[in-house]
Structure formats: C-alpha cells, structure tokens
C-alpha cells in the first residue's frame, strides 16, 4: 500500500521469513558459524533455540538454501506437535517420501535405512529439519537419536536439525536425555537485537526493499522501538510496518517520535480486551432500530463528497440486505428444525396410541 510513496521496490518489514532480507547480527552470525561448522561435520545433530520471531526460520532458509544450490542435499522439513515417538517416526517418512502408511514401525526403519543408503550411494546426503522441537515427548527425542545411528561404512547417513523456543534448552538439560546430548554436534541460541542492532536492522530492511533517502526516523525512534519490542524481530517489523502506515496516510516521510508513540497506542488499544457486555433481562424486548441512540446530528453536512457518499451509501444498502438475507436464512432453518421435531413428536404418538389400543399384542408374540 505505501510502497510507491516511499520509492519502496518491495514491503520492508513483512512477518513472513524471508532470507534475502537477512540481517548479520551478533547473534546471528555466531548462529550461522555454529551451523556452518556443524554442517560441515555431516554428523550428530544441530540445535537452534531463540526466542518467537527472533530470526530462527530466516537463519535457517537461509543456510538450507545454500546447501540446496548444489542439489546434493535431500532435505526433509517436519513441524512436530504432541506426538507419540511411532508417530514421529512416520512423519520423519512422509518428510522424505517413504512410505509409511499401515507399515509397521520395523518396516518404517528398513524402508527409512534403504532410502538413506540409496542417496549416499548417489553422492547426496541426508538431512532431517525439525521445527518447534519443544514440542517433542522424550521417546520421540530417542527415536531421532535411534535414526542418528544408521551409518554407511563410516559415514552418518543422516544430519538432523533441531529447531525451537527456549525451553527446549531445558528439556535436553533432563537427566535420561544423556545419551542424546552425547550426539550433538553443535548448539545455538539466537536472542535479540541491542539497541544498535535494532536501527541497523531497521536500515537494512529498507535499503533490501530499495530504500534510498525516505523515509527518514528520527533518532530518538529507534530508541522507542527497541525499547517496545524487545529487540525481536518480528516485533519490530510489525511496528515498523505500522509506522510506514501511518507516515504514508500522514503523508509524511519523516517519521518523528511521537508517531512512534501513536503506534503504539494504537496497538494497545487493538489487543486490549473489550469490556463486557451488558447483561440482558430474560423477557425484556429487544430494541429495535428505531429505539437505538445513535446520537449523530443529521442537521450538519455530510463531510464526504457526493460520489464517495454515494458509494458508501451504496455499500450499507448492500450489507443490510446481506443481513436481512441472513436472518431469513436462519428463520427458515429454526422453521425446518422444528417441523422435524413435531414429526418425530407425531409419530412416537401415533406409536403410543397403537401400543395402549393393543395392550396384549406385545405379550403374543412372547
């Protein structure tokens, strides 16, 4: 929507992971050693912590895109939730293209063994990336570590990336999860931007979408924004994005502190909870649309012009007739439902009439 009026080839700050958008923190560039040295390894696996929208999927597309330009690495990509170990096992399968369907778990690990050894027998490799890891039971863990032991002569068959929030730090912390962390080869926590970072981050989003000399922040800005977003990623992004809204229907391409501050009023408000509703007395008559208080002074000219009046007028025309559409609808689907009670009703009757006429007629057939 404001691309054009800030010169943007692009949307800057989207939510989505986007690795051209990628920005070399502290953080990140100790993240991306770690997995470039663990990647180089082709063993064991790699764990990714970090916070929710602190730049993990952006880091790791970026590297599986890179390994994935020489066509040599099968990636199988899984988002695990409360699943039990055998289940796991069999999305590890659908994640490669194994079958698993109605195959045993025996057969699975055969069929898993035999296509691992068919890639490595064509000079590609394996490599199994799991998303929300934290959401893995400790046999689901086990079983990954179990895949982890299929080898090739003495080559690892298979590389498993662990992706996931802070607490899955803790949970391989757990004492029966020794012999897993025996097999990491490398680990990693991206945590947020510092304030420094923060602009940076910001001035580097806009320059990938081809920012040139707009819009501009003021300095004390970049302060807020860190300071409300922690530092995350995606945090800043929804308010940067935010903001650029509001500067474009401002019409302003300088964007001060105190538009910083409207923001963030405005996303208050928006995720404040509404006040409850007011109770309703069984009985009383609902009011209708000409007791409704409305309090606007129709003795004042409309501020709109005529034409987008008019269309405005137009598009209330049309969404009371969806309503009054709707309501119909619903009065003939009650109708329908209550003429099927009523039949059902007639007939148990009808039942228990013949029934009391020939009390004896059950006992005969005895």
Known sequence: MYEAFYGLSAKPFQLNPDPSFYFGSKQHRRAKAYLDYGVLRNEG???????????????????????????QVVIGNIVTTQLDAEDTLRMVAAAFGVRARDASKSDILMSLEAFFVAQVSQGKRCLLVVDEAQNLTA??????????N??????????????????????????????????????????????????RY????????GATDKPEFDPEAFLVIHRATGGIPRRINTLADRLLLLGFMAGKVKLELADVNEVLKDLSQESALPPPSKPVSI???????????????????PPLAAGPLQQFERQLDGQLHDLHAERLLRL?????RLERINLQ??????????????????????
């Open 139 to 148: 046999k689901a863990v086990e079983e990954l570590r179990m895949l982890s």
């Open 45 to 71: 696996f790699i764990v990714i912590t970090g916070e929710i929208g602190a730049g993990k999927t952006t880091l790791l597309r970026g590297l599986l895109e890179s390994l994935d330009a020489g066509q």
């Open 283 to 301: 009985g009383a008559e609902p009011e209708s649309d000409s007791q409704l208080d409305l309090d606007l002074d129709l003795t004042r000219p």
């Open 202 to 209: 910001i001035e580097h989003r806009l320059k990938c979408a």
């Open 150 to 199: 299929f080898q090739f002569g003495t080559q690892s068959l298979l590389q498993t990336f662990l992706v996931g929030q802070p607490e899955f730090r803790y949970i391989l912390q757990r004492p029966e999860m020794e012999q897993f962390r025996q097999r990491v080869a490398a680990t990693c926590h991206i945590g947020p931007l510092d304030e420094e970072e923060t602009q």
């Open 332 to 336: 003939e689907r009650s109708l329908l």
């Open 345 to 366: 009703s007639l007939k148990m009757l009808q039942r228990l009439v013949k029934a009391l006429q020939h009390p004896d007629a059950g006992s005969q057939h005895e």
